[in-house]
């Protein structure tokens, strides 16, 4: 009975790792040919194609485009939240302060990535889009972390504690989608990076608690 328990244990597993590595085969392909073609020209059947997939196998594991775009969305997501796990501890406050400089850097090196990350932003604006869910929970989940990085300075020490941080957090947020959109107006002339790295800039000398001579680049 053990053995056969463990079999099947084996036989799940197994097969979960294949449909995930057959949906990160999907996700490559529609994020490539998003970017060559864009979003709205790229059909259902020229991503199957790609991924070697017929377009109703491709269907069995995103039912739409819209469902593909917020998979390739949440692999964004996915990669800052790894980036931040891997992140240093924070020695002098402006630890998340810097990490946002870093996601800054590492998203301004997939400019594909950011209309993709727009158009998703629009669609959770309707409240009975798939995205609306998505979205609000790793609104919530980012707000949150920020939060309590923010906190933490706080309490060593390191940050003033007359502040909202929650609002600071919800500021940063904006200002990083509201340039994203800007950047796709703009067919890409606005330099994100540059902007988010100066608010940041004037943030941590705000933030930071009387005697404490860290620098966002110290």
């Not at 990083?176 to 800039?201: C, F, K, M």
């Not at 933030?207 to 966002?216: D, M, Q, R, S, V």
Request: charged share 25%; net charge negative.
């Amino acid at each position: 009975m053990g053995r056969y328990s463990d079999s099947v244990a084996e036989t799940r597993r197994g097969n979960y790792a294949a449909g995930r590595a057959r949906r990160d085969q999907i996700l490559d392909a529609a994020a490539a040919k998003f970017a060559e073609k864009g979003y709205a020209e790229t059909s259902l059947a020229e991503i199957a194609r790609e991924a070697g997939l017929t377009t109703p196998g491709l269907t069995h594991h995103f039912p739409s485009k819209l469902h593909l775009l917020i998979g390739i969305t949440e692999r964004r997501f996915d990669l800052a939240a790894e980036i931040v796990r891997k992140a240093p501890p924070d020695r002098d406050g402006l630890g998340p302060l810097r990490l946002m400089l870093g996601l800054a850097e590492t998203f301004a090196g997939q400019p594909a990535l950011i209309e993709l990350f727009v158009l998703v932003a629009a669609e959770a604006a309707d409240p009975n889009s798939p995205a609306r869910s998505f979205y609000e929970e790793r609104y919530a989940a980012t707000i949150a972390e920020l939060v309590a990085s923010f906190e933490a300075g706080v309490r060593a020490g390191r940050l003033r504690d007359d502040l909202d941080y929650r609002a600071i957090a919800q500021e940063c947020i904006a200002i990083s989608d509201g340039l994203q959109l800007q950047w796709v107006i703009t067919n890409g002339s606005t330099d994100i990076l540059a902007i988010i790295r100066s608010h940041l800039e004037r943030l941590a000398l705000t933030i930071l608690a009387p005697g404490n001579p860290a620098t966002l680049y110290g």
